[in-house]
């Protein structure tokens, strides 16, 4: 960081403000922030327009599926990608493409010329677009931030994105109520844009502005196998995946198919709404807590928070009060914030940086390929052997998943780099502003 005459300093102390002080990880908060306010916004915009058009389930399902298996599917090319050139600059040039395809979106929702045929292949580019970009979004902080203050960093960015989709869903909503669908997914197209700016204007030591030159050499397909070689070579890595696919599978079919079916039957959709804003609330103040806590054995801690998981599966199919389901809501979304800012520290302390992002990519494709087949699978099971058994057979999977996590010894044992009195206290890192 620097001030107006542009001479370095250097940010001192680990509180939980720390990175702030780094003017580049506030370019890079702030571009994902915007992103993700319009990105609360885009869905509830792009589903009244689906079905504006059709009135068709179905086909919102299809404009909604085929984003994000083009998601699933670049995932890996995007990891690739994001260790060979500038990060940054791939986060630019992704979110002016997906900039652009929004805005083609919107213009086609707004003048009445849309198809959803036009839509589906809008809808798989930006999650093409998407994927080239996310695993240099996460893989890049420690380009940014030095390790004594990365868990505060971390914490930070996931506060910031909690907050705004707290402030983008209900936005949201007025806006395709006032306006229409099309103007929704116009601020969104115009929310890219501005990130687009913000990335831009990041500034990257000079180590990190340019690819190895060993993965210049080496072809794109040789990257993913060294990625993959780093992925299954870290035990406790590969357990954590592995465990979070089966977690993920039973949230998505429990909170988004069977929730809502049984809020329609006990406490109403209105209520509904305020179980989800309970938990991204929990969120909030899960990160807020994320940032100071101090522990040798961080991803231990975060993975058994994990367990918080079953208390609003297991009420919603036992018992689900209004209150009951607030206060599992709640302590669920505290405790998934505990692993997820444990998960992104950890990774970042224990993989080298140049081949960071790639193992980010694999860590996101076993995470969402759980998604859609939780969603999918959840109606038909529902069918077979009632909701609440569903349910509670959820909340089962969720506590098996964690145990057999925390069984490993790997997981269990992980040590955290805690900052030392000398870094706490003394300069950490230079870093220019931009």
Same mark, same amino acid.
């Given at each position: 960081?620097?001030?107006?005459?542009?001479?370095?300093?250097?940010?001192?102390?680990?509180?939980?403000?720390?990175?702030?002080?780094?003017?580049?990880?506030?370019?890079?908060?702030?571009?994902?922030?915007?992103?993700?306010?319009?990105?609360?916004?885009?869905?509830?915009?792009?589903?009244?327009?689906?079905?504006?058009?059709?009135?068709?389930?179905?086909?919102?399902?299809?404009?909604?599926?085929?984003?994000?298996?083009?998601?699933?599917?670049?995932?890996?090319?995007?990891?690739?990608?994001?260790?060979?050139?500038?990060?940054?600059?791939?986060?630019?040039?992704?979110?002016?493409?997906?900039?652009?395809?929004?805005?083609?979106?919107?213009?086609?929702?707004?003048?009445?010329?849309?198809?959803?045929?036009?839509?589906?292949?809008?809808?798989?580019?930006?999650?093409?677009?998407?994927?080239?970009?996310?695993?240099?979004?996460?893989?890049?902080?420690?380009?940014?931030?030095?390790?004594?203050?990365?868990?505060?960093?971390?914490?930070?960015?996931?506060?910031?994105?909690?907050?705004?989709?707290?402030?983008?869903?209900?936005?949201?909503?007025?806006?395709?109520?006032?306006?229409?669908?099309?103007?929704?997914?116009?601020?969104?197209?115009?929310?890219? %844009?501005?990130? &687009? $700016?913000?990335? /831009?204007? *990041? +500034?990257?030591?000079?180590?990190?502005?340019? #690819? @190895?030159? =060993?993965?210049?050499?080496?072809?794109?397909?040789?990257?993913?196998?060294?990625?993959?070689?780093?992925?299954?070579?870290?035990?406790?890595?590969?357990?954590?995946? %592995?465990?979070? &696919? $089966?977690?993920? /599978?039973? *949230? +998505?079919?429990?909170?988004?198919?069977?929730? #809502? @079916?049984? =809020?329609?039957?006990?406490?109403?959709?209105?209520?509904?709404?305020?179980?989800?804003?309970?938990?991204?609330?929990?969120?909030?103040?899960?990160?807020?807590?994320?940032?100071?806590?101090? $522990?040798?054995?961080?991803?231990?801690?975060?993975?058994?928070?994990?367990?918080?998981? @079953?208390?609003?599966?297991?009420?919603?199919?036992?018992?689900?009060?209004?209150?009951?389901?607030?206060?599992?809501?709640?302590?669920?979304?505290?405790?998934?914030?505990?692993?997820?800012?444990?998960?992104?520290?950890?990774?970042?302390?224990?993989?080298?940086?140049?081949?960071?992002?790639? @193992?980010?990519?694999?860590?996101?494709?076993?995470?969402?390929?759980?998604?859609?087949?939780?969603?999918?699978?959840?109606?038909?099971?529902?069918?077979?052997?009632?909701?609440?058994?569903?349910?509670?057979?959820?909340?089962?999977?969720?506590?098996?998943?964690?145990?057999?996590?925390?069984?490993?010894?790997?997981?269990?044992?992980?040590?955290?780099?805690?900052?030392?009195?000398?870094?706490?206290?003394?300069?950490?890192?230079?870093?220019?502003?931009?």
């Amino acid at each position: 960081m620097s001030d107006a005459s542009g001479s370095s300093t250097r940010p001192r102390g680990t509180g939980a403000l720390a990175p702030l002080r780094l003017v580049p990880f506030r370019f890079l908060l702030a571009g994902r922030a915007i992103n993700a306010l319009g990105n609360a916004i885009a869905p509830i915009a792009l589903a009244f327009a689906v079905l504006d058009l059709t009135g068709s389930p179905s086909d919102l399902g299809l404009v909604v599926g085929v984003r994000m298996l083009a998601n699933v599917v670049f995932l890996l090319f995007g990891g690739a990608l994001a260790d060979r050139v500038p990060k940054h600059l791939l986060m630019v040039g992704a979110s002016v493409a997906a900039a652009i395809t929004q805005a083609a979106v919107a213009a086609l929702v707004l003048s009445g010329t849309a198809t959803v045929a036009l839509l589906i292949a809008l809808s798989a580019a930006n999650g093409m677009v998407s994927a080239l970009a996310m695993p240099a979004s996460a893989a890049i902080v420690p380009q940014l931030v030095p390790a004594d203050i990365r868990q505060q960093a971390n914490a930070l960015n996931r506060l910031f994105l909690s907050g705004a989709v707290i402030i983008g869903a209900p936005v949201g909503g007025v806006i395709v109520a006032t306006a229409g669908p099309g103007w929704g997914i116009a601020i969104d197209a115009a929310a890219f %844009a501005i990130s &687009a $700016v913000a990335f /831009a204007l *990041i +500034s990257l030591p000079s180590a990190g502005t340019a #690819p @190895v030159a =060993a993965a210049a050499r080496s072809s794109i397909f040789t990257d993913l196998r060294t990625g993959w070689t780093e992925f299954r070579s870290r035990t406790w890595l590969w357990v954590v995946v %592995a465990g979070f &696919a $089966v977690i993920n /599978a039973a *949230i +998505s079919g429990g909170m988004s198919v069977l929730g #809502p @079916v049984v =809020a329609d039957d006990t406490v109403g959709r209105r209520a509904w709404g305020l179980v989800l804003a309970a938990q991204t609330v929990g969120m909030v103040l899960g990160a807020v807590f994320a940032m100071r806590l101090r $522990v040798s054995r961080l991803l231990f801690v975060g993975v058994l928070c994990t367990a918080l998981e @079953v208390l609003p599966m297991l009420t919603l199919g036992v018992m689900p009060h209004l209150g009951l389901l607030l206060g599992a809501a709640f302590l669920a979304g505290l405790g998934i914030e505990q692993f997820a800012v444990a998960w992104e520290t950890t990774m970042q302390e224990h993989i080298p940086t140049d081949r960071l992002a790639r @193992v980010y990519s694999y860590d996101m494709v076993g995470s969402f390929v759980a998604i859609p087949i939780g969603q999918v699978a959840a109606g038909p099971i529902a069918e077979a052997v009632g909701v609440e058994a569903t349910l509670v057979g959820a909340a089962a999977l969720i506590g098996l998943s964690v145990t057999g996590m925390l069984s490993s010894g790997a997981v269990r044992n992980l040590r955290h780099r805690l900052p030392t009195s000398a870094e706490a206290d003394g300069p950490t890192m230079e870093q220019s502003s931009a």
